[in-house]
């Protein structure tokens, strides 16, 4: 399997790092994990053809996490230049919302020349081909006025195993360790510096990749103000494997 980080960034704009998004080579497929504004962009930069992403893999749906996805879907429609399956899964709920954005956005979809499917996930473990996906829904942490549903996704193809969470706080601790245990690499968001609701610190992030025993970890979603070295020495002082921080169009071998 190989990763390429398509955006490292947050909500905000910043000048090296895009809105969150990653591809995923596994098992001749290719994976769209979140699609965050840009992220077809970056997937050109990066060399690829958008029109081979065969999976999308939605964490949950704040802005930063899917604005990139009608921007996907909207040169399939129009340019009839992908013609096999797309196959899109999300959290609860995710099919209303992907229904509402058509609507919005490209209310004709349906006249595209493939079969888009669209599922919703808790839970659930299933397969990929060859790769096994499995499925934890994670805590709801800020309320349901606020915080959408939200899952997090463990992907193992051949003995490695890859797990990628969205946005978190100390509540989904306990899932993340769950889903993370014994994994190869833990993509995993450090948005904030210090401890805040809604989103992972430094400190915890160290703690919870020690607890899972995860041989190495990319610390990704990062604000305007990260300091890299900062970032990394302080998931260091909790967590003794291999730390990699995120920049954009980095390319990991897993």
Not at 19 to 24: K, Q, V
Not at 79 to 84: H, I
Not at 93 to 122: C, G, H, N, T
């Amino acid at each position: 399997m190989r990763l390429t980080i398509l955006g490292s960034g947050n909500a905000l704009p910043q000048k090296k790092r895009n809105a969150p998004g990653y591809l995923l080579e596994a098992d001749n497929k290719l994976i769209l994990l979140d699609a965050g504004d840009g992220a077809i962009r970056q997937a050109a930069k990066a060399g690829y053809n958008i029109f081979d992403i065969s999976h999308i893999l939605i964490t949950h749906t704040h802005v930063d996490h899917v604005s990139g996805l009608p921007s996907l879907l909207w040169p399939i429609r129009w340019s009839g230049l992908k013609k096999d399956r797309l196959a899109i899964y999300g959290p609860p709920k995710f099919k209303m919302f992907y229904k509402k954005m058509l609507e919005a956005f490209i209310p004709d979809m349906k006249k595209a020349p493939l079969k888009i499917s669209v599922r919703d996930l808790k839970n659930n473990k299933f397969k990929i081909n060859n790769l096994s996906v499995e499925t934890k829904l994670m805590p709801e942490k800020m309320g349901k006025t606020f915080t959408p549903y939200e899952i997090g996704y463990k992907l193992s193809y051949k003995n490695k195993k890859i797990c990628f969470c969205g946005d978190n706080d100390k509540k989904s601790q306990e899932a993340i360790i769950a889903l993370a245990k014994n994994c190869d690499l833990l993509l995993i968001e450090n948005c904030s510096m210090v401890p805040a609701t809604g989103h992972l610190h430094p400190e915890l992030v160290g703690e919870m990749a020690e607890k899972a025993k995860v041989k190495k970890i990319i610390a990704t979603h990062l604000p305007p103000e990260a300091d890299d070295k900062k970032i990394k020495k302080i998931i260091s002082k909790y967590y003794k494997g291999q730390i990699i921080i995120a920049k954009d169009l980095m390319r990991i071998k897993i």
